[in-house]
């Protein structure tokens, strides 16, 4: 399948769909949308004009730069879409002057990132119910 990547300086609908679908309505979270998303970069995969998969990257001191949020509806999992996701915020960030990016993973997707050259800290929290650990990479 062709997919089109977009990255968009505000949340549209079609990052909001997949991001409700995937972690309100699959996963149980309650506080998916923050303030945050009125400064974030974020990433679009759409397939055809269905909105597949999704991210976003914001920073707080213009050299950090964090990645969340990364998403993919369950029909397109295992495609590498979730890798082309936090590839596009990467570019982004690496255009924006970022020299790392940190994320908060579930701790149940650490592995996904590791592989991604991501390394854990031993920085550990609680997102809602659900583990989350503190990954870096620098550039």
């Known amino acids: 399948m062709a997919y089109q990547i977009v990255i968009l300086k505000q949340l549209n609908e079609g990052c909001a769909a997949v991001r409700k679908a995937v972690f309100m309505e699959e996963q149980g979270f309650q506080q998916e949308f923050d303030d945050v ?8 995969i759409q397939d055809g004009e269905r909105p597949v998969a999704t991210g ?4 707080e001191d213009g050299e950090t730069y964090l990645i969340g949020r990364v998403a993919v ?5 295992g495609q590498h879409l979730g890798e082309h996701v936090v590839t596009a915020l990467e570019q982004q960030a690496k255009a924006c002057g970022a020299k790392c990016i940190t994320l908060s ?12 050259g991501y390394t854990k800290t031993e920085e550990y929290h609680m997102d809602e119910f659900c583990p989350h650990v503190t990954m870096r990479k620098a550039f």
Do not use: I, M, N, P
Request: hydrophobic share 40%; net charge positive.
């Open 105 to 116: 993973a579930q701790c149940r997707a650490a592995g996904f990132y590791e592989k991604l």
């Open 37 to 44: 998303d009125d400064r974030a970069y974020h990433v679009l």
């Open 73 to 77: 509806l369950s029909a397109y999992r």
């Open 56 to 59: 976003r990257l914001f920073t």
